[in-house]
Protein backbone atom coordinates (compact mmCIF):
# COMPACT_ATOMS: atom_id res chain seq x y z
CA UNK A 1 0.00 0.00 0.00
CA UNK A 2 2.93 2.46 0.59
CA UNK A 3 6.32 2.09 -1.13
CA UNK A 4 9.45 2.49 0.02
CA UNK A 5 9.83 5.51 -1.33
CA UNK A 6 7.34 7.22 0.88
CA UNK A 7 8.24 6.06 3.68
CA UNK A 8 11.73 7.25 3.31
CA UNK A 9 9.99 10.63 2.76
CA UNK A 10 7.87 10.45 5.57
CA UNK A 11 10.74 9.54 7.96
CA UNK A 12 12.83 12.28 6.86
CA UNK A 13 10.08 14.89 7.61
CA UNK A 14 9.79 13.82 11.05
CA UNK A 15 13.48 14.25 11.69
CA UNK A 16 12.84 18.00 11.49
CA UNK A 17 16.22 20.03 10.64
CA UNK A 18 16.83 23.27 12.96
CA UNK A 19 14.77 25.96 10.69
CA UNK A 20 11.71 23.52 10.99
CA UNK A 21 12.36 22.97 14.81
CA UNK A 22 9.40 24.24 15.88
CA UNK A 23 7.35 21.66 13.86
CA UNK A 24 9.36 19.25 15.40
CA UNK A 25 8.37 20.58 19.31
CA UNK A 26 4.14 20.26 18.37
CA UNK A 27 4.94 16.91 17.02
CA UNK A 28 6.84 15.81 20.25
CA UNK A 29 3.79 17.53 22.17
CA UNK A 30 1.01 15.31 20.19
CA UNK A 31 2.91 12.08 20.70
CA UNK A 32 2.99 12.94 24.56
CA UNK A 33 -0.22 13.82 24.72
CA UNK A 34 -1.26 10.54 22.79
CA UNK A 35 0.85 8.28 25.12
CA UNK A 36 -0.31 9.69 28.11
CA UNK A 37 -3.89 10.15 26.99
CA UNK A 38 -3.84 6.44 26.31
CA UNK A 39 -1.61 5.04 29.43
CA UNK A 40 -3.95 7.78 31.76
CA UNK A 41 -7.44 5.88 29.85
CA UNK A 42 -5.86 2.12 30.97
CA UNK A 43 -4.99 3.32 34.13
CA UNK A 44 -7.95 4.76 35.13
CA UNK A 45 -10.37 1.92 33.45
CA UNK A 46 -8.62 -0.76 35.12
CA UNK A 47 -8.83 0.71 38.23
CA UNK A 48 -12.28 1.25 38.45
CA UNK A 49 -12.79 -1.90 37.15
CA UNK A 50 -10.71 -3.26 40.16
CA UNK A 51 -12.45 -1.11 42.63
CA UNK A 52 -15.99 -2.39 41.26
CA UNK A 53 -15.19 -5.90 41.19
CA UNK A 54 -13.10 -5.89 44.83
CA UNK A 55 -16.57 -4.09 46.13
CA UNK A 56 -18.58 -6.60 44.22
CA UNK A 57 -16.58 -10.15 45.44
CA UNK A 58 -16.09 -8.82 48.62
CA UNK A 59 -20.10 -7.37 49.02
CA UNK A 60 -21.63 -10.65 47.56
CA UNK A 61 -18.66 -12.49 49.61
CA UNK A 62 -19.79 -11.49 52.95
CA UNK A 63 -23.85 -10.95 52.44
CA UNK A 64 -26.18 -13.42 50.46
CA UNK A 65 -27.12 -12.77 46.83
CA UNK A 66 -30.59 -12.78 48.03
CA UNK A 67 -31.80 -12.11 51.32
CA UNK A 68 -35.26 -13.35 52.86
CA UNK A 69 -36.59 -11.58 55.34
CA UNK A 70 -38.93 -12.19 57.95
CA UNK A 71 -43.16 -10.70 57.47
CA UNK A 72 -43.26 -9.17 61.11
CA UNK A 73 -39.08 -8.47 61.34
CA UNK A 74 -38.64 -12.40 62.52
CA UNK A 75 -38.71 -15.90 60.46
CA UNK A 76 -40.17 -18.64 62.02
CA UNK A 77 -39.71 -22.37 60.42
CA UNK A 78 -37.05 -21.42 58.67
CA UNK A 79 -35.18 -24.27 58.06
CA UNK A 80 -38.03 -26.17 56.39
CA UNK A 81 -38.09 -22.77 54.25
CA UNK A 82 -34.45 -22.56 53.83
CA UNK A 83 -34.66 -26.52 52.45
CA UNK A 84 -37.72 -25.62 50.02
CA UNK A 85 -35.14 -22.68 48.71
CA UNK A 86 -32.09 -24.86 48.10
CA UNK A 87 -34.38 -26.98 45.65
CA UNK A 88 -34.22 -24.27 43.63
CA UNK A 89 -32.30 -25.26 40.19
CA UNK A 90 -30.13 -21.44 40.85
CA UNK A 91 -29.66 -21.34 44.56
CA UNK A 92 -26.45 -22.89 45.71
CA UNK A 93 -26.67 -21.86 49.12
CA UNK A 94 -29.07 -21.04 52.07
CA UNK A 95 -27.85 -19.57 55.33
CA UNK A 96 -30.03 -18.54 58.74
CA UNK A 97 -28.69 -15.02 60.21
CA UNK A 98 -29.70 -13.08 62.99
CA UNK A 99 -28.76 -9.20 62.51
CA UNK A 100 -28.95 -6.30 64.97
CA UNK A 101 -27.13 -3.66 65.76
CA UNK A 102 -25.25 -2.62 69.08
CA UNK A 103 -22.78 -0.54 70.77
CA UNK A 104 -19.64 -2.63 71.35
CA UNK A 105 -17.41 -1.49 74.40
CA UNK A 106 -14.03 -2.69 75.96
CA UNK A 107 -12.67 -3.39 79.46
CA UNK A 108 -10.47 -0.19 78.56
CA UNK A 109 -13.66 2.09 78.27
CA UNK A 110 -13.35 2.34 74.43
CA UNK A 111 -16.35 2.00 72.68
CA UNK A 112 -18.24 2.00 69.16
CA UNK A 113 -21.23 1.31 67.11
CA UNK A 114 -20.82 -2.25 65.33
CA UNK A 115 -23.33 -4.86 63.48
CA UNK A 116 -24.03 -8.46 64.89
CA UNK A 117 -24.70 -11.16 62.53
CA UNK A 118 -25.55 -14.30 64.51
CA UNK A 119 -24.97 -17.46 62.05
CA UNK A 120 -24.03 -21.07 62.31
CA UNK A 121 -20.25 -22.11 62.42
CA UNK A 122 -20.90 -24.67 59.38
CA UNK A 123 -22.62 -21.88 57.08
CA UNK A 124 -19.39 -19.37 58.06
CA UNK A 125 -16.40 -22.01 57.54
CA UNK A 126 -18.15 -21.87 53.81
CA UNK A 127 -17.46 -18.36 52.98
CA UNK A 128 -14.31 -18.58 52.18
CA UNK A 129 -13.85 -14.59 52.12
CA UNK A 130 -14.34 -14.73 55.47
CA UNK A 131 -13.08 -18.00 56.85
CA UNK A 132 -9.78 -17.63 54.83
CA UNK A 133 -9.20 -14.15 56.28
CA UNK A 134 -9.74 -15.16 60.49
CA UNK A 135 -6.60 -15.44 62.74
CA UNK A 136 -5.03 -18.43 63.40
CA UNK A 137 -7.35 -20.71 65.72
CA UNK A 138 -10.59 -18.01 65.70
CA UNK A 139 -12.66 -20.44 63.63
CA UNK A 140 -12.50 -23.69 65.43
CA UNK A 141 -12.69 -21.53 68.63
CA UNK A 142 -15.93 -19.99 67.31
CA UNK A 143 -16.96 -23.44 66.12
CA UNK A 144 -16.34 -24.57 69.52
CA UNK A 145 -18.93 -21.91 70.85
CA UNK A 146 -15.79 -20.14 73.24
CA UNK A 147 -16.47 -16.46 71.71
CA UNK A 148 -17.22 -14.21 68.86
CA UNK A 149 -15.23 -13.13 66.11
CA UNK A 150 -14.45 -9.42 65.48
CA UNK A 151 -13.36 -7.04 62.79
CA UNK A 152 -9.73 -6.57 63.19
CA UNK A 153 -10.06 -3.06 62.97
CA UNK A 154 -13.27 -2.61 65.25
CA UNK A 155 -10.69 -4.80 67.75
CA UNK A 156 -7.78 -2.30 67.10
CA UNK A 157 -10.15 0.78 67.63
CA UNK A 158 -11.66 -1.00 70.92
CA UNK A 159 -8.25 -2.16 71.76
CA UNK A 160 -8.98 -5.60 72.41
CA UNK A 161 -6.75 -8.71 71.57
CA UNK A 162 -8.02 -12.70 71.21
CA UNK A 163 -9.02 -13.96 74.76
CA UNK A 164 -10.07 -10.60 75.72
CA UNK A 165 -13.94 -9.91 76.87
CA UNK A 166 -16.18 -7.69 74.59
CA UNK A 167 -19.54 -5.89 76.11
CA UNK A 168 -22.34 -5.52 73.64
CA UNK A 169 -25.04 -3.44 74.25
CA UNK A 170 -28.31 -3.48 72.39
CA UNK A 171 -30.81 -0.51 71.85
CA UNK A 172 -33.57 -2.97 72.02
CA UNK A 173 -33.84 -3.19 75.50
CA UNK A 174 -36.02 -5.23 78.27
CA UNK A 175 -39.22 -3.16 79.39
CA UNK A 176 -39.51 -2.53 83.52
CA UNK A 177 -41.76 -1.23 85.56
CA UNK A 178 -38.51 1.68 85.52
CA UNK A 179 -38.44 1.78 81.59
CA UNK A 180 -36.56 0.14 79.10
CA UNK A 181 -33.42 -1.37 80.47
CA UNK A 182 -30.64 -1.92 77.36
CA UNK A 183 -29.79 -5.29 77.01
CA UNK A 184 -26.29 -6.03 77.57
CA UNK A 185 -23.69 -9.17 77.96
CA UNK A 186 -20.16 -9.74 77.40
CA UNK A 187 -18.39 -12.34 75.28
CA UNK A 188 -14.69 -13.33 74.68
CA UNK A 189 -13.14 -12.58 71.60
CA UNK A 190 -12.44 -16.25 70.08
CA UNK A 191 -10.44 -14.31 66.95
CA UNK A 192 -9.96 -11.39 64.31
CA UNK A 193 -11.11 -10.79 61.07
CA UNK A 194 -9.80 -9.07 57.54
CA UNK A 195 -11.42 -9.36 54.67
CA UNK A 196 -10.00 -6.15 53.10
CA UNK A 197 -13.02 -3.61 52.94
CA UNK A 198 -13.32 -1.01 55.84
CA UNK A 199 -17.15 -1.33 56.18
CA UNK A 200 -16.75 -4.80 57.42
CA UNK A 201 -13.39 -5.04 59.08
CA UNK A 202 -14.31 -2.00 60.95
CA UNK A 203 -17.91 -2.83 62.34
CA UNK A 204 -18.97 -6.35 62.48
CA UNK A 205 -19.25 -9.36 64.65
CA UNK A 206 -19.58 -12.49 64.04
CA UNK A 207 -21.82 -14.72 66.70
CA UNK A 208 -22.77 -17.83 66.69
CA UNK A 209 -26.45 -18.31 65.85
CA UNK A 210 -28.03 -19.45 69.18
CA UNK A 211 -26.17 -17.03 71.15
CA UNK A 212 -27.72 -14.56 68.98
CA UNK A 213 -31.07 -15.68 69.63
CA UNK A 214 -30.87 -15.77 72.77
CA UNK A 215 -29.05 -12.35 72.69
CA UNK A 216 -31.47 -10.58 70.63
CA UNK A 217 -34.86 -12.55 71.93
CA UNK A 218 -35.75 -14.10 68.92
CA UNK A 219 -36.75 -17.21 69.97
CA UNK A 220 -36.59 -20.00 67.55
CA UNK A 221 -36.53 -17.68 64.96
CA UNK A 222 -34.42 -15.49 62.59
CA UNK A 223 -34.09 -12.26 60.95
CA UNK A 224 -33.57 -13.94 57.22
CA UNK A 225 -32.05 -16.46 55.23
CA UNK A 226 -29.20 -14.86 52.86
CA UNK A 227 -29.31 -17.48 49.49
CA UNK A 228 -26.38 -17.59 47.07
CA UNK A 229 -27.24 -18.02 43.52
CA UNK A 230 -24.81 -19.47 40.77
CA UNK A 231 -24.90 -16.86 38.90
CA UNK A 232 -25.18 -13.18 40.57
CA UNK A 233 -25.43 -11.23 37.36
CA UNK A 234 -28.44 -12.93 36.50
CA UNK A 235 -30.45 -12.01 39.93
CA UNK A 236 -33.51 -10.88 38.86
CA UNK A 237 -34.80 -14.29 37.41
CA UNK A 238 -33.57 -16.16 40.50
CA UNK A 239 -35.57 -13.21 42.65
CA UNK A 240 -38.79 -14.04 40.53
CA UNK A 241 -38.33 -17.85 41.91
CA UNK A 242 -37.39 -16.63 45.55
CA UNK A 243 -40.49 -14.99 45.66
CA UNK A 244 -43.20 -17.30 44.47
CA UNK A 245 -41.31 -19.71 46.97
CA UNK A 246 -41.79 -17.73 49.96
CA UNK A 247 -44.79 -15.98 49.18
CA UNK A 248 -46.47 -14.39 52.33
CA UNK A 249 -43.99 -15.75 54.75
CA UNK A 250 -41.47 -13.17 54.20
CA UNK A 251 -39.98 -10.21 51.71
CA UNK A 252 -37.27 -10.92 49.48
CA UNK A 253 -34.27 -8.01 48.49
CA UNK A 254 -31.50 -8.59 46.41
CA UNK A 255 -27.82 -7.29 46.24
CA UNK A 256 -28.97 -5.24 43.18
CA UNK A 257 -31.52 -3.50 45.33
CA UNK A 258 -29.58 -3.24 48.38
CA UNK A 259 -26.44 -1.50 46.82
CA UNK A 260 -28.15 -0.08 43.21
CA UNK A 261 -27.19 4.03 44.47
CA UNK A 262 -23.29 2.80 45.45
CA UNK A 263 -22.56 0.97 41.90
CA UNK A 264 -25.17 3.03 40.42
CA UNK A 265 -22.53 5.97 41.32
CA UNK A 266 -19.61 3.75 40.51
CA UNK A 267 -20.74 3.33 36.57
CA UNK A 268 -21.41 7.20 36.47
CA UNK A 269 -18.20 7.86 37.46
CA UNK A 270 -16.22 5.39 35.58
CA UNK A 271 -18.22 6.95 32.09
CA UNK A 272 -17.42 10.71 33.16
CA UNK A 273 -13.82 9.36 33.25
CA UNK A 274 -13.87 7.48 30.18
CA UNK A 275 -15.16 10.82 28.72
CA UNK A 276 -12.58 13.35 29.96
CA UNK A 277 -9.49 11.45 29.37
CA UNK A 278 -10.39 10.91 25.65
CA UNK A 279 -10.27 14.66 25.58
CA UNK A 280 -6.83 14.47 25.93
CA UNK A 281 -6.14 12.31 23.38
CA UNK A 282 -7.94 14.12 21.04
CA UNK A 283 -6.40 17.72 22.10
CA UNK A 284 -3.25 15.60 21.33
CA UNK A 285 -5.00 14.74 17.36
CA UNK A 286 -5.79 18.56 16.85
CA UNK A 287 -1.73 19.01 17.56
CA UNK A 288 -1.14 16.46 14.78
CA UNK A 289 -3.24 18.22 12.75
CA UNK A 290 -1.60 21.87 13.82
CA UNK A 291 2.62 20.43 13.25
CA UNK A 292 1.49 18.71 9.85
CA UNK A 293 -0.21 22.22 8.32
CA UNK A 294 3.06 23.85 9.44
CA UNK A 295 4.84 20.84 8.00
CA UNK A 296 2.91 21.28 4.68
CA UNK A 297 3.42 24.84 4.79
CA UNK A 298 7.25 24.61 5.43
CA UNK A 299 7.56 21.70 2.28
CA UNK A 300 6.05 23.68 -0.02
CA UNK A 301 9.11 23.78 -2.57
CA UNK A 302 9.92 20.24 -1.23
CA UNK A 303 6.43 18.98 -2.53
CA UNK A 304 6.41 21.10 -6.10
CA UNK A 305 9.48 19.43 -6.83
CA UNK A 306 8.31 16.38 -6.02
CA UNK A 307 5.11 16.36 -8.28
CA UNK A 308 7.22 18.35 -10.97
CA UNK A 309 9.39 15.22 -10.87
CA UNK A 310 6.49 12.48 -11.41
CA UNK A 311 4.94 12.25 -8.02
CA UNK A 312 1.49 11.93 -8.16
CA UNK A 313 -1.37 13.64 -5.53
CA UNK A 314 -1.92 10.17 -3.97
CA UNK A 315 1.43 9.46 -3.35
CA UNK A 316 2.06 13.25 -1.35
CA UNK A 317 -1.20 12.67 0.34
CA UNK A 318 0.34 8.99 1.45
CA UNK A 319 3.77 10.32 2.30
CA UNK A 320 1.95 12.92 4.52
CA UNK A 321 -0.40 10.59 5.81
CA UNK A 322 2.38 8.48 7.07
CA UNK A 323 3.88 11.09 8.72
CA UNK A 324 0.76 12.27 11.26
CA UNK A 325 -0.12 8.89 11.43
CA UNK A 326 3.56 7.62 12.64
CA UNK A 327 3.63 9.77 15.89
CA UNK A 328 0.03 8.09 16.57
CA UNK A 329 1.14 4.97 16.28
CA UNK A 330 4.11 5.32 18.13
CA UNK A 331 2.33 7.25 20.83
CA UNK A 332 -0.39 4.88 21.11
CA UNK A 333 1.82 2.01 21.07
CA UNK A 334 4.34 3.83 24.09
CA UNK A 335 0.92 4.29 25.94
CA UNK A 336 -0.48 1.31 26.15
CA UNK A 337 3.09 -0.46 26.98
CA UNK A 338 3.26 2.33 29.93
CA UNK A 339 -0.72 2.13 31.09
CA UNK A 340 -0.75 -1.70 31.48
CA UNK A 341 2.62 -1.85 33.06
CA UNK A 342 2.24 0.64 35.39
CA UNK A 343 -2.17 -0.54 35.93
CA UNK A 344 -0.02 -4.32 36.42
CA UNK A 345 2.31 -2.77 39.57
CA UNK A 346 -0.43 -0.05 40.60
CA UNK A 347 -0.35 -1.11 44.70
CA UNK A 348 3.51 -1.00 44.59
CA UNK A 349 4.22 2.43 42.62
CA UNK A 350 1.26 3.33 45.15
CA UNK A 351 3.28 2.15 48.39
CA UNK A 352 6.10 3.49 46.68
CA UNK A 353 4.95 7.16 46.76
CA UNK A 354 3.07 7.05 50.11
CA UNK A 355 6.56 5.95 51.64
CA UNK A 356 8.13 8.76 49.59
CA UNK A 357 6.18 11.32 50.12
CA UNK A 358 4.74 10.21 53.48
CA UNK A 359 1.40 10.80 52.64
CA UNK A 360 -1.73 8.48 52.63
CA UNK A 361 -2.73 8.21 49.18
CA UNK A 362 -5.53 5.80 48.99
CA UNK A 363 -7.50 5.81 52.83
CA UNK A 364 -9.51 2.81 53.42
CA UNK A 365 -11.85 5.06 55.41
CA UNK A 366 -12.83 6.94 52.33
CA UNK A 367 -11.96 4.40 49.28
CA UNK A 368 -13.92 1.10 51.68
CA UNK A 369 -10.54 -1.09 50.54
CA UNK A 370 -7.32 -1.60 52.30
CA UNK A 371 -5.14 -2.12 48.78
CA UNK A 372 -5.53 -0.03 45.60
CA UNK A 373 -7.06 -2.58 43.13
CA UNK A 374 -6.59 -2.56 38.80
CA UNK A 375 -8.54 -4.87 36.87
CA UNK A 376 -7.18 -5.09 33.01
CA UNK A 377 -10.40 -5.33 30.49
CA UNK A 378 -8.59 -6.39 27.30
CA UNK A 379 -11.64 -5.87 25.31
CA UNK A 380 -11.17 -2.05 27.24
CA UNK A 381 -7.77 -1.81 26.10
CA UNK A 382 -8.69 -2.64 22.47
CA UNK A 383 -11.08 0.25 22.36
CA UNK A 384 -8.74 2.94 23.96
CA UNK A 385 -6.06 1.69 21.43
CA UNK A 386 -8.54 1.75 17.82
CA UNK A 387 -9.89 5.17 20.02
CA UNK A 388 -6.86 6.44 19.53
CA UNK A 389 -5.39 5.49 16.37
CA UNK A 390 -8.56 6.39 14.81
CA UNK A 391 -8.45 10.06 16.22
CA UNK A 392 -5.20 10.34 15.14
CA UNK A 393 -5.25 8.85 11.70
CA UNK A 394 -8.65 11.37 11.11
CA UNK A 395 -6.01 14.18 12.24
CA UNK A 396 -3.72 13.16 8.93
CA UNK A 397 -6.70 13.59 6.60
CA UNK A 398 -7.16 17.26 6.25
CA UNK A 399 -3.15 18.25 6.00
CA UNK A 400 -2.51 15.17 3.73
CA UNK A 401 -5.20 16.23 1.36
CA UNK A 402 -3.71 20.30 1.18
CA UNK A 403 -0.08 18.79 0.78
CA UNK A 404 -1.56 17.12 -2.46
CA UNK A 405 -3.94 19.87 -3.57
CA UNK A 406 -1.01 22.02 -3.16
CA UNK A 407 -0.17 24.00 -6.89
CA UNK A 408 3.51 23.25 -7.97
CA UNK A 409 3.65 26.29 -9.80
CA UNK A 410 2.37 28.54 -6.74
CA UNK A 411 4.06 27.16 -4.93
CA UNK A 412 7.36 27.89 -6.80
CA UNK A 413 6.49 31.19 -7.74
CA UNK A 414 6.80 32.08 -4.34
CA UNK A 415 9.39 30.68 -2.81
Not at 227 to 240: G, H, K, N, Q, S
Not at 394 to 403: F, Q, S, V
Request: glycine share 10%; charged share 20%; no cysteine.
Amino acid sequence: MFSAFEWMVAGRYLRARRQEGFVSVIAGFSFLGIALGVAALIIVMAVMNGFRHELLSRILGVNGHITVYGAGGALADFDPLAGELLRLDDVIGATPIVDGQVLATSARGFTSGAMVRGVRAVDLRDRAIIADAVSAGGLARFSADEGVLVGYRLAQRLGLDTGDRITLLSPKGTPTVFGTVPRTASYTVAGTFDVGMYEYDSGFVYMPLDRAQIYFRMGEAVTGIELFVADPTAIRTVRREVIATVGARGRVWDWQQANAQFFGAVKVERNVMFVILTLIILVAALNIISSLIMLVKDKGRDIAILRTMGATRGMVMRIFFLTGASIGVVGTLMGLILGIAFAANIETIRRWIEGLAGVDLFSAEIYFLSQLPARIDADEVIVVVVMALALSFLATIYPAWRAARLDPVEALRYE
